[in-house]
């Protein structure tokens, strides 16, 4: 019982502090896109795009949590636990961290910097470890 316990609070956890993470990386970068359509409203478009970015982790949280769904976890459930709290950890600072880059970027953009795709570039780098936190949690799982 206790095992199963432990799995679904995993579970709960990956999914959450994913969703916690995009929150949080998603209004960080938002926050930055309304200052500065008050300063270059004509990059706009940019600004979203950047904003939307951190939205992702979200989803990898909820496409581990459809793939956990139908796992047995009465003999394994500290193991889903600790796959859990670790992949949605990942998850968390890696949205906070990439919203935090975007809206770096989105400032650049509102000074006349072309610095869209860089930041995209570099976007990518925190996104690349949630992937692979994502691909741990379905390979041991």
């Not at 916690?20 to 926050?31: F, H």
């Not at 949590?65 to 859990?84: P, T």
């Amino acid at each position: 019982m206790l095992n199963t316990i432990l799995g679904y609070l995993g579970m709960g956890l990956m999914l959450s502090l994913a969703g916690i993470g995009s929150a949080y990386g998603t209004t960080i970068a938002g926050n930055a896109a309304e200052g500065a359509l008050k300063k270059a409203p004509e990059n706009s478009s940019g600004y979203m795009i950047l904003s939307a970015l951190p939205a992702t982790q979200g989803l990898y949280g909820f496409l581990g949590f459809i793939l956990w769904l139908g796992k047995d976890f009465a003999a394994n459930g500290a193991m889903y636990f600790c796959i859990g709290l670790c992949a949605g950890l990942v998850f968390l600072f890696s949205a906070i961290r990439q919203g935090q880059v975007a809206a770096n970027g989105i400032v650049g953009m509102s000074q006349g910097h072309n610095v869209l795709t860089n930041t995209m570039i570099y976007c990518a780098l925190p996104e690349f470890y949630a992937i692979l936190s994502l691909i741990a949690a379905i390979m041991i799982g």
